[in-house]
């Protein structure tokens, strides 16, 4: 109610109480009137309204921009820790600000003046996070880790599509022995005879290192794209490579020779790692083909994906040190007891760095409090 005998109404103001004798031109004029009074009202509390929101806000706005122009010059690393965590706080506050400019304040002016004051600092800030090297560094510090353990269900599947077929190729070899001259030819007869294939990569360490690890990478690369065949690929790389093995550990446990034992155990550890991850990479995208949920196909596809990809990066640098190790120490003739050892210490440097905390929530929850 803006008085007595009328009322604001949505498109524009009438009389319900005006006399019938009032001519049209006469009803006419009362209607300007108050609607131009009811427009003045608006704009003036509209003017308080501004005039408050500027007062109670402009010192934390000019803030910012001091914070903005010190990051956008040196990176955020020219801030201090209180400074940073400041910083974060006004922009939170800053960009909540905008969204009320916007919504009830309504000045192009000021609307403009926070939008760009937003996105500014926005661009500080990942900008400083995502400058050169340092993408790298963040990504296999804290990045790879997290993934890792989002996703480890599917690594543990990966694990487990590998296991089974070993145990049984383990077991058969116990068994039947035509069974493993079937799957990999010759293999009984070199076993048997103690040839140590192995002893051929000490002729040539830089060449084999090579070759190892192009090999490796690109098991794991085949491993990961199976996931597009809605993962029935990735169980037959997985499948595949555990029988293998699993019949070469059974024979060399069976017949006593253990110089092929003794040569996977220096790398093992990783390489396996590897391939695990990288075959949960890609169970992640069968299963976003096969069984998107809520989700269309394309957008679970997208994220699983990304996930996927993460995971294949971080795999890299491992299967380089795995292909390092498998082509100087793995064939090395040093005491079992160095290789046993380099085995237990990779898995427990792998413990720690796939459990560690993410020290960046830690921080922004820093910032928050």
Same mark, same amino acid.
């Given at each position: 109610m803006l008085g007595r005998g009328f009322i604001l109404h949505p498109s524009s103001l009438i009389l319900p109480n005006a006399p019938a004798c009032l001519l049209p031109a006469q009803r006419n004029g009362l209607l300007y009137h108050f609607s131009f009074r009811a427009r003045v009202v608006i704009y003036r509390a509209r003017g308080r309204m501004l005039k408050d929101f500027l007062e109670s806000r402009l010192e934390k706005w000019k803030r910012l921009e001091e914070l903005t122009a010190r990051a956008s010059r040196y990176r955020l690393k020219n801030l201090s820790g209180e400074e940073v965590r400041e910083f974060g706080r006004l922009y939170r506050r800053t960009a909540a600000d905008l969204a009320i400019a916007r919504e009830e304040v309504r000045d192009r002016r000021l609307v403009n003046y926070l939008n760009h004051l937003v996105a500014r600092a926005h661009g500080t800030i990942y900008r400083?996070?995502?400058? #050169? /090297?340092? &993408?790298?560094l963040e990504f296999f510090r804290f990045e790879f880790p997290l993934v890792f353990r989002r996703t480890f269900r599917y690594t543990l599947a990966s694990f487990l599509i590998f296991m089974a077929p070993?145990? /049984?190729?383990? #077991?058969?070899? /116990? =068994?039947?022995?035509?069974?493993?001259d079937q799957v990999v030819p010759q293999l009984k007869q070199d076993i048997v005879a103690r040839r140590n294939w192995t002893e051929a990569i000490n002729e040539a360490n830089p060449l084999a290192s090579t070759s190892i690890q192009t090999n490796n990478i690109t098991v794991t690369f085949v491993a990961f794209a199976g996931g597009v065949i809605f993962g029935l690929g990735t169980?037959? $790389?997985l499948a595949n490579n555990g029988l293998h093995i699993g019949l070469v550990l059974g024979l060399s446990v069976k017949y006593r020779f253990w110089e092929i034992p003794i040569f &996977?155990?220096?790398h093992g550890v990783i390489e396996l790692t590897a391939i695990f991850i990288a075959g949960g990479a890609g169970l992640l995208i069968g299963r976003a083909l096969l069984m998107p949920g809520d989700r269309r196909r394309v957008d679970a596809l997208v994220t699983n994906g990304l996930l996927a990809i993460k995971l294949i990066l %971080?795999?890299?640098?491992?299967? &380089? =040190?795995?292909? =390092?190790?498998? %082509? /100087? $120490?793995?064939?090395?003739?040093?005491?079992?007891?160095?290789?046993f050892s380099i085995s237990i210490a990779s898995a427990l440097l792998l413990i720690v760095y796939f459990l560690k905390p993410d020290l960046r929530a830690e921080k922004a929850e820093g910032s928050r409090q």
């Open positions: 400083s996070e995502s400058s #050169g /090297f340092g &993408v790298f070993a145990l /049984f190729g383990f #077991g058969i070899s /116990f =068994i039947d022995e035509g069974f493993a169980v037959l $790389i &996977v155990t220096s %971080g795999c890299i640098p491992m299967l &380089v =040190i795995a292909g =390092i190790i498998e %082509g /100087f $120490i793995s064939p090395a003739h040093i005491a079992p007891t160095y290789k």
